[in-house]
């Protein structure tokens, strides 16, 4: 059925899991241990999942035909409506995990709230993710702990992340115009709700790694939902080169 | 730098089968919540397992190979020991 609101938003939702799921893709090989490599790609590969999923509905539900790879392959990066914090460059480990926590915090009770929506498609998706995301938060929380409790080096750089990351964070609550009047038909949930889950997980972790929660800054970093990206582009550039090349291709 | 070596762990998963727990391999981890992380994302990725456990390897005791001769080399000539002298009634079925 064709819904361009529907389309809008699956499509905000397949960017933020396929970016953060490409990030952590190049973390393969090049993880501090083999453990960690594979659990990386494991997270990685949830995210990629969850990509396809709202990808495909966006193209059902967009009606004009495209498909998952379409949309994946063939926008640039200013069609592509994740936020910010996403498509930052890794950085260091402790920058990935910060970084993952900060979101999955988000995602699991966002798609937990998701997974009741009576737009059957989408709670489908979230359904399955959220249990996904049960386990990035508790890897992730279970790292940051560690790192901030760690060594003298781990924890600086833990400080580092988490000063650096924390205001990309209030872009996970905010709503394009589209997105408000799915939350206004109550289709989909309201972000702000899901402040008080994600602060009493960061909080939680935080407190265990004694470290503090850093200072709510004036100067947050938003606008990749309006299109307007600082790294994607270069990130895209490697990600849909094989796909451009050979369009088509299959293996 | 004088990093300290991560601790190894020994990994058993049990399957769906509903069979014991099973040895299927080693992990390196920093405490034992993240040797189960590890042994999860590792181990479990193609929907082997329903349970874990993790054991520090340095908690197996573990017979000396040089002592085989002593330990296991006896046993070859005592055939007796295994049931292959009876005969099993077809009714029984497999055993």
């Not at chain 1, 080096?153 to 964070?169: F, G, M, V």
Request: hydrophobic letters at 40%.
């Amino acid at each position: 059925m064709s819904d361009a609101r529907v389309a809008s938003y699956a499509l905000s939702l397949g960017d933020d899991a396929l970016v953060l799921g490409h990030r952590l893709s190049q973390w393969s090989s090049r993880a501090p241990t083999l453990e960690e490599d594979i659990a990386l790609s494991n997270l990685a590969l949830d995210l990629i999942g969850q990509a396809r999923l709202f990808y495909t509905l966006a193209g059902e539900t967009e009606g004009n035909g495209r498909t998952e790879d379409d949309l994946a392959y063939f926008r640039d990066a200013d069609a592509f409506r994740n936020v910010l914090m996403v498509e930052l460059p890794n950085g260091d480990f402790a920058h990935t995990m910060v970084r993952q926590l900060l979101y999955a915090a988000f995602a699991h009770p966002y798609l937990g709230a998701l997974a009741g929506s009576p737009h059957r498609g989408l709670a489908e998706i979230a359904a399955k993710a959220v249990k996904e995301m049960a386990y990035h938060v508790r890897h992730s929380a279970e790292w940051v702990i560690r790192l901030g409790d760690g060594t003298d080096e781990s924890r600086r750089r833990t400080i580092e992340a988490l000063q650096s990351l924390w205001p990309y964070a209030g872009e996970l609550f905010e709503s394009d115009e589209t997105e408000c009047t799915l939350i206004e038909a109550g289709m989909v949930p309201d972000r702000r709700r899901i402040q008080k889950p994600w602060d009493e997980t960061i909080d939680r972790a935080l407190a265990e790694a004694g470290l503090e929660r850093p200072v709510d800054s004036t100067a947050a970093h938003s606008g990749g939902r309006g299109g307007r990206h600082v790294h994607l582009a270069e990130m895209l550039a490697d990600m849909q080169s094989l796909a451009r090349a050979h369009p088509g291709a299959t293996w | 730098m004088s990093e300290k070596p991560i601790p190894l762990w020994e990994v058993f998963i049990r399957a769906r089968s509903g069979l014991p727990h099973r040895h299927c391999g080693s992990v390196h981890a920093a405490d034992a919540a993240m040797a189960v992380q590890a042994a999860r994302d590792v181990y479990t990725r193609r929907g082997e397992s329903v349970s874990i456990w993790v054991v520090p390897s340095s908690a197996i005791v573990a017979s000396d190979p040089n002592d085989k001769d002593q330990l296991f080399e006896p046993t070859s000539t005592k055939v007796y020991r295994h049931p292959t002298f009876y005969d099993i009634p077809d009714e029984v079925g497999h055993m």
